[in-house]
């Protein structure tokens, strides 16, 4: 094969598999944007997402409920057009997806995860995501929450190291679905975690939500 044929087809190679990898998405609000970098390791969730995202799904949607300290949740369907003060998150898209835990994703400040019932597959809700807020922990909190709420399963020195210095919610490692990372941004979820709520922890000022897959560059 000709030397240049043979450079062309490995970058087309090369274009199609990083298509598929390492995707990008720009969750935009009046507080700000930030960039969420979907894992791989989690492929059901993160085409499911990159999915929805296409459609324009979550336009004009809400973060529908925020406690700080903890979390940032939307995608119910139902909050499009909810009026002020109705309960919110119940709403669904009528499917689940299979949990993927994967045991070095893990509930950091800034890690997007899928929402679920208690359904006892801990299958993930079709549309709806939070997004860690969490806070830091001491070692002290850490060992008891090891043998509280984790089961007795000990916490990898590297992720308990950034659970004392980073912040996040450990307890809901392995039960719940991580499958993406702020990696800019990160004061959006400052800001939305401190707003005022009801007794539902909804917002009382909507925080409408748009979503774009984030174009990608490829310099050569």
Do not use: W
Request: hydrophobic share 40%.
């Amino acid at each position: 094969m000709h030397k240049s044929l043979l450079i062309s087809v490995l970058l087309l190679c090369f274009v199609g598999a990083q298509a598929q990898r390492n995707r990008k998405v720009k969750v935009i609000t009046d507080y700000g944007t930030m960039v969420i970098r979907l894992y791989d390791q989690t492929p059901l969730h993160r085409n499911n997402f990159i999915r929805l995202v296409k459609r324009h799904f979550y336009d004009s949607l809400l973060f529908h409920r925020v406690i700080q300290h903890f979390m940032i949740q939307g995608g119910d369907p139902d909050s499009r057009q909810a009026r002020a003060g109705t309960f919110l998150g119940d709403g669904n898209v009528g499917y689940v997806i299979p949990a993927e835990f994967q045991l070095d994703l893990f509930h950091r400040k800034g890690a997007l995860a899928a929402a679920r019932d208690n359904n006892p597959a801990k299958s993930s809700d079709g549309s709806q995501f939070y997004i860690v807020q969490g806070k830091k922990f001491t070692d002290g909190q850490l060992d008891t929450l090891e043998q509280t709420r984790l089961g007795g399963r000990k916490l990898p020195v590297d992720q308990r190291e950034v659970y004392k210095t980073v912040g996040g919610a450990p307890h809901l490692d392995q039960n719940y679905t991580v499958f993406g990372q702020v990696i800019s941004g990160m004061e959006v979820i400052d800001r939305i975690a401190a707003l005022k709520t009801d007794k539902n922890n909804r917002p009382l000022q909507d925080v409408r939500m748009k979503i774009r897959m984030k174009r990608r560059f490829l310099f050569f």
